[in-house]
Every structure is written in structure tokens, then in C-alpha cells.
């Protein structure tokens, strides 16, 4: 009956649905176009923080990746920064001439500079999240979880003392950049390190192509094989859902976009070492995916906005004013207080609070609303008052067992 | 190259005693995971505590090094009791607040917020001591500091090395097994909850309080990761914020090894991790160039994904059917 009723409603409500679907365009469009034109304002208005949301656009790629992993298929992975890691390895091996690999002479000529690189970071990242993932399949959740972030910790520390091929912890260097493209006339694109804007609207066109594929992804007939499995795997594999490829096929894509991020990362930075890669990376792209809303992109990219703005700009910003109001008030902690000291509490706090208050995360998903709110019926729980107990239904089921 | 005999009698000393720190804190893992099948990621972040509530309270007490052996050895048991009462109250403390609303959320849910809670007892950490690793305060004698038992109690000549630190680690860890080893096998308290691990409703139809009996291990756990704190501290004479995510996920993967949920399991486990450790630390490089400190947390986390992938309930544990 209920069912019912509710198809009748979202019939009867698919013109309001087209009109949500225009404003939700609308304001995407919006914030495209503010996203776009920010490097014209940041010079202009001298706020100088193109360098701070470059990264910021690094993490939010980073983020649909692992919401490929974790939201869409339920797989929750500790360890997404070791595809990171091998993807930003994977250009700086290919293109620096630091690199063992170029030194001796073993990659060929075409594949030393920044696109094909960056086409085989995400080639090998996507092997490498198979690789890694496949060992993975048998496990249930928390034990998934663990060993992923056992690989996410063996992946950076096989690049810190694997020496003689990565150069170990001071890492490689002078990775190549894009070449700079000719325009007509006498304009050109450079990638360079005084004038970063070309940089942050690559970052932002390869994080806009991101989030189109993974929004497409989600409605694909593998987008909503891995919802099934997430929801329940034995429910989908009865449906004819083959859980290993479907599984490897979420840790391979969800890889092969650190893959971009990662090389992108490094040729931004040139130089990559593997104490930027801490456990802790994973575990703040597990805030940016969770406080958003699992399975949700749009609520990712909110999640991810929030969380690195507040970590790479907010929290350098708000020194200020604390200490200014402390300046005021005469107390000592807001006087001497560094918010940056707060970042690990900060990312705490959200993981904690959304799991206790809103385990959908700000902008939930439809479906894993449902499925979060679904808790498992405590057996022990008195009946409700108003609610009679219908014994007959098991007084009958015993009589047929002794008949 | 002959067998260094002296080496590895040196390194399977260390190994057993930080074995034993590491069983210490396995335990705390095990005992949470038994009942209610959580893992506790917070559980370092608690050890951590423990190791900074001991600091605080020796430095409070004002007793040093120079002062005399009863008010040393006073300041020990007394920094112990407190370190674990201390621990105790934080890792009780996290289960009410964060994952007893969540018991029956579906299962990834009180996971999630355990790394949560890791990250803001991390930071509470960094408010407390700073980012940088520190020196405990000063409270062994300088004269006992590299005071070998064997030579001064035995008269060995013998290179070996078995330090009154060594001797104290495992001095302490043993009385504190057994205590935990009685208090589950012989006490009312400890047959709830083996009650409560084997079968949560039926212990709650016997009138086993379950919510308490799950504090009460959540209590232990955290008091046995307070002891591990203070005998981390001097054993190796420095702490930090982080020392608590290195020595968790040891210790988890101790837990696993032994099978997680079987404390003897967790102890065989931890001795085993320890020794792991401490031949990879130093006897390996030995005998492999190239190899040293560096490589222990690779061979620690490869040991965790293989078992974990190959053996999940453990060298011990009895092969197990996942609930549907």
C-alpha cells in the first residue's frame, strides 16, 4: 500500500523532480563559473590563495575516487593513499631524470614527458588497486578495512627504503610539467612555477571530468551492481552479480583516479617523498568522503571543500581573529591558541559526530539514508505497549514441528 | 659468516620484553573485539594517554632519579595504579560517548568513529605534551639505567645484556596476566562476560547486564593499556602523540594473530610480534645488507594482511563461519 502510494506521489511529482534537476544545473553552473573566473579575483583583490586551492582540487579528485571504493560499493579502504602514492610515483619514475628507470635508459623517449606519463600513472594505478584489492575479496568490513590500511602503510614504506629505485625518504625530484602549449599570436599556456594559474585550471578541468565520470558512473549498470553489493552481497550475487569482478572493477576505478591526482600532484609540485603520504591522508579522505555524504557527489565535493578549506586556508585565517579576541579579553589560551594545531581534532570531530548525529553526512544519499537508518531489530526489546504479541503465529509453527 | 649466538640471545631478550608491552596492549584489543566484534582504533590513542598521564604524574610527585629507592619504587606502583586507572576511565569514557549509541548501527559505523576518536585523543595529545617527541622526567637511578642482572646477580662474563629495565617490564607484565587470567576465569564479573562473548542475548536473558558487563571490558582493557603506557615510557625513555598508531596496529595485529578474541592467543601473539620486531629492528641487517629498522613496519603489516587473508582466526584460532 505504501509502496504504492509513493510511486503515485513521485509521479505525480516528476515535474517538481525536473525543476530540482534545473536548480541543482543552475547552481553547478554557478559555481563552475565562480570556480573558473577565482584566479582573475585572487589577483586582483590580492587574496593570494591559488596555491592553497590547487591541493584543495587535488584531494576533492582523491575523494571521488574513494568514494567510488567506499560509497558506492561499501568497501571501506584505510590504505587509499597508497594508489596516491603510486600514482605520483608512477610520473616521477617516468618522467625525472632523476629516476633510476630513465638513468638506465628504460623508458622509451615519447613516455618522458607529463600526458603519457600521467596516461600510465592511471594505468598503473588501476592495475595496482586490483593488485591490491583482489587479496582483499573474501573479507568482511572491519577486516577489509584493516588490511587496506595495511597496505596503505607497506606501500610508503617500500618507497622510503626501496633506496636504490625511488631514491628513498628525500624521494625524486625535477618531475617534468606539462608542456607549454602555443597559442595564436604571441600568447601561450605555461605551466610554471610564478604563475600558477594555467596550473589550477588544469586541476580543476581534470576534477570537473572527475566528477562527471564518477556522477555517470553511479547510474551505470556497474554503479548500481556496486550499490547492490553494498547493500547486501548475498542478495546480489543470487541476482547474478559477479561479486569478484564487480569488486575489483570498484578498486580498480576508484584507484585509477589518484592515479590523475597523484601525477598531477607531482608534476605540480615536482618532487615527490613518502612522508607526505601518512596514514593520516586517508584518513582525512575519509572525512572529506564521510562528512559529505557517502555515495553522494555532490555531497563529497561539499565534505571536501569544507574540510580542506578549513585545513589548508581556514585555519591559518582564523589565527587572526582569536587573536585579536584574545588580545581583547585578556585570555591567555586564545592569545597563544594555533588553530592549525586543531586539524586532527577537527577531522575527529567530524568523522565522530557524523556517525553519531547524521551517518548519512551532510548531504545524504537517498538510498544509503535508508540504509543506515535501517538498524538491526534488537530481539530483546520489549514490544511496544500498543502493540499486542501475536503469539498464535509461533504457537502454530511448534504444533506443525510436533505434527 | 658464523651464527652470532650472543646477538640473538640479546635481540630475543628485547623481543620478549617488548612482546610483553605489546600482549599488554593486544589484550585491551581482544577483550573489546570478543563482545562486541569492534575494533577499538582509539585503543592506542589510550596507551598513549596512559603514557602521558604517567609522565605528568611523576613529574608532579617531584621524585627523581636522585632520590631514594622506596620513594622510586613508591612513585612506580603508584604512577602505574594511576596511568591504569586513568586509562581505564578514557577508554570507558570513549565507549559511552561514541560507541554505545552506535551498537547496533550496521557494523562499519563504530569503526569509523573509533578513527575518530584516535585523531581527537591524537590531538588532545599534542595539547598536552606538544608535537615533539620528550624525555620522560628522569626517575631511574643513573646506577641502574644500563645495570646488567646477569653480570651483577650471576657474575656471567657475558656480553648479553638482560637490563633491570628488561626484568621490570616483564615483572610487570606477568602478575598483571595473571590477575586479568583470574579475574576472567574465576570471578563472577569475568563469566559475564565470557557469557556476553559467546552469546550476547542469551547472557542478557540470564540477567547479565550486558551494557555494564561491556563497560567493564572496555575498563580493563583500558587499564591494561595504562600499564603498557608507563612501561613504554621508560622503556624506551621517550613518547609522543603518535607512538600510540605504531603500537596500536602492532598490537592489533597481535590480537589477530593469536586470534582475535582468545586472550591467551593475544599473549602467544604479542610475544611473537615483539620478537618479530626486535629481530627485524637489529639481527636481520646481520645478514641482510640493506636491512634494518626501517624495513619492521613492512614485515608487521605484511604479517597482519597475511594472516588476516590467509588465517583470519588466528594460528590458534578454530575456523569460524561468518554470521549471515
Redesign the interface.
Given at each position: 500500500m505504501a509502496a504504492t502510494l509513493a510511486i503515485g506521489h513521485e509521479e505525480f511529482d516528476s515535474r517538481g523532480e525536473r525543476r530540482d534537476a534545473r536548480r541543482k544545473a543552475l547552481w553547478l553552473a554557478l559555481a563552475l563559473a565562480a570556480a573558473i573566473v577565482y584566479p582573475f579575483l585572487d589577483k586582483a583583490l590580492g587574496i593570494d590563495r591559488l596555491a592553497s586551492w590547487i591541493p584543495i582540487f587535488v584531494f576533492i579528485i582523491l575523494a571521488m575516487g574513494l568514494n567510488i571504493v567506499v560509497g558506492y560499493a561499501g568497501l571501506?579502504d584505510?590504505g587509499y593513499v597508497a594508489f596516491f602514492v603510486i600514482g605520483a610515483y608512477a610520473n616521477a619514475f617516468l618522467t625525472s631524470p632523476n629516476s633510476g628507470l630513465v638513468q638506465n635508459g628504460l623508458v622509451p623517449e615519447f613516455l618522458q614527458s607529463f600526458w603519457p606519463a600521467m596516461a600510465v600513472a592511471w594505468l598503473v594505478s588501476a592495475i595496482f588497486g586490483v593488485l591490491l584489492g583482489a587479496?582483499?575479496l573474501?573479507?568482511?568490513?572491519?577486516?577489509l578495512?584493516?588490511?587496506t590500511?595495511?597496505?596503505g602503510?607497506?606501500v610508503p614504506?617500500?618507497f622510503?627504503?626501496a633506496e636504490r629505485v625511488t631514491g628513498g625518504p628525500s624521494g625524486i625530484s625535477t618531475i617534468a610539467r606539462p608542456p607549454t602549449i602555443p597559442l595564436p599570436g604571441d600568447n601561450e599556456i605555461a605551466f610554471a612555477t610564478t604563475d600558477q594559474r594555467s596550473w589550477y585550471w588544469l586541476i580543476l578541468a581534470v576534477a570537473v571530468l572527475t566528477v562527471f565520470l564518477v556522477t555517470r558512473l553511479y547510474d551505470s549498470r556497474l554503479g548500481r551492481s556496486w550499490q547492490a553489493i553494498r547493500e547486501d552481497e548475498?542478495a546480489a550475487a543470487s541476482m547474478g552479480i559477479n561479486l569478484v569482478k564487480t569488486k575489483l572493477l570498484a578498486f580498480a576505478l576508484g584507484a585509477s583516479f589518484s592515479g590523475f591526482a597523484g601525477s598531477l600532484y607531482a608534476g605540480y609540485i615536482t618532487v615527490v617523498y613518502p612522508d607526505q603520504f601518512q596514514?593520516?591522508v586517508s584518513?582525512i579522505l575519509?572525512?572529506m568522503v564521510?562528512l559529505g555524504g557517502l555515495g553522494n557527489v555532490y555531497g563529497v565535493i561539499l565534505g571536501g571543500l569544507l574540510i580542506q578549506s578549513f585545513d589548508r586556508i581556514l585555519a591559518e585565517e582564523l589565527n587572526g581573529p582569536l587573536h585579536w579576541l584574545g588580545d581583547r579579553t585578556g585570555i591567555a589560551f586564545l592569545q597563544e591558541h594555533d588553530v592549525t594545531?586543531?586539524?586532527?581534532?577537527i577531522?575527529?570531530?567530524?568523522?565522530?559526530?557524523i556517525?553519531?548525529l547524521r551517518?548519512g553526512g551532510l548531504l545524504p544519499n537517498a538510498r544509503r539514508r535508508a540504509?543506515?537508518t535501517e538498524?538491526?531489530p534488537?530481539?530483546?526489546a520489549a514490544p511496544a505497549p500498543d502493540q499486542p504479541v501475536d503469539t498464535r503465529g509461533s504457537d502454530m509453527a511448534t504444533a506443525g514441528e510436533r505434527a | 659468516m658464523d651464527f652470532n649466538w650472543t646477538l640473538f640471545t640479546q635481540y630475543l631478550i628485547i623481543g620478549v620484553a617488548t612482546g610483553s608491552l605489546i600482549a599488554l596492549i593486544a589484550l585491551g584489543y581482544t577483550l573489546v573485539y570478543g563482545i562486541i566484534?569492534?575494533?577499538n582504533f582509539a585503543h592506542g590513542e589510550v596507551f598513549m594517554m596512559g603514557a602521558f598521564f604517567a609522565a605528568t604524574v611523576v613529574a608532579v610527585s617531584g621524585v627523581t632519579g636522585e632520590s631514594s629507592g622506596a620513594a622510586v619504587l613508591a612513585v612506580v606502583f603508584v604512577a602505574l595504579v594511576l596511568s591504569m586507572c586513568f586509562s581505564a576511565g578514557v577508554n570507558f569514557t570513549i565507549d559511552r560517548v561514541?560507541y554505545r549509541?552506535?551498537r547496533?548501527?550496521?557494523?562499519?559505523?563504530?569503526?569509523?568513529?573509533a578513527?575518530?576518536?584516535?585523531?581527537?585523543?591524537?590531538?588532545?595529545g599534542?595539547?598536552w605534551k606538544g608535537?615533539n617527541p620528550f624525555t620522560p622526567p628522569s626517575l631511574i637511578p643513573a646506577e641502574y639505567r644500563a645495570y646488567n642482572i646477569l653480570t651483577e646477580w650471576f657474575g656471567l662474563e657475558t656480553r648479553i645484556r638482560f637490563r633491570l629495565l628488561d626484568a621490570f617490564v616483564i615483572g610487570v607484565t606477568v602478575p598483571i596476566l595473571i590477575g586479568l587470567v583470574w579475574f576472567v576465569y574465576r570471578t563472577r564479573v569475568g563469566t559475564a562476560m565470557r557469557a556476553t562473548a559467546q552469546d550476547r542475548?542469551a547472557a542478557?536473558?540470564m540477567g547479565i547486564d550486558v551494557n555494564r558487563t561491556i563497560g567493564i571490558a572496555f575498563l580493563l582493557g583500558g587499564a591494561l593499556a595504562g600499564a603498557a603506557g608507563l612501561i613504554a615510557l621508560y622503556y624506551n625513555n621517550s613518547a609522543r602523540f603518535q607512538m600510540g598508531?605504531r603500537y596500536g596496529?602492532f598490537a592489533?595485529t597481535a590480537a589477530?594473530l593469536g586470534g582475535i578474541g582468545n586472550l591467551a592467543g593475544a599473549v602467544v601473539g604479542g610475544l611473537c610480534i615483539g620478537l618479530v620486531w626486535s629481530f627485524s629492528d637489529g639481527f636481520m641487517k646481520q645478514y641482510i645488507s640493506g636491512w634494518g629498522a626501517?624495513?619492521t613496519?613492512?614485515v608487521i603489516?605484511?604479517v597482519?594482511?597475511l594472516v588476516?587473508?590467509f588465517r583470519?582466526s588466528g594460528l590458534f584460532g578454530a575456523t569460524t563461519t561468518?554470521k549471515?
Open positions: 571501506l584505510l587479496p582483499t573474501r573479507l568482511r568490513g572491519d577486516y578495512a584493516i588490511v590500511l595495511g597496505f602503510e607497506i614504506n617500500f622510503t627504503n548475498i596514514f593520516s584518513v575519509l572525512a564521510i594545531q586543531d586539524r586532527l581534532l577531522f575527529g570531530l567530524a568523522l565522530v559526530l556517525m553519531l551517518p540504509e543506515l538498524t538491526v534488537d530481539p530483546l | 566484534e569492534l575494533i561514541a549509541r552506535l547496533n548501527a550496521p557494523r562499519l559505523a563504530p569503526l569509523i568513529a578513527i575518530g576518536v584516535s585523531f581527537i585523543l591524537q590531538n588532545i599534542i595539547y608535537s542475548e542478557a536473558l598508531f596496529l592489533f589477530v626501517q624495513w613496519n613492512s603489516f605484511g597482519l594482511v588476516m587473508i583470519p561468518e549471515v
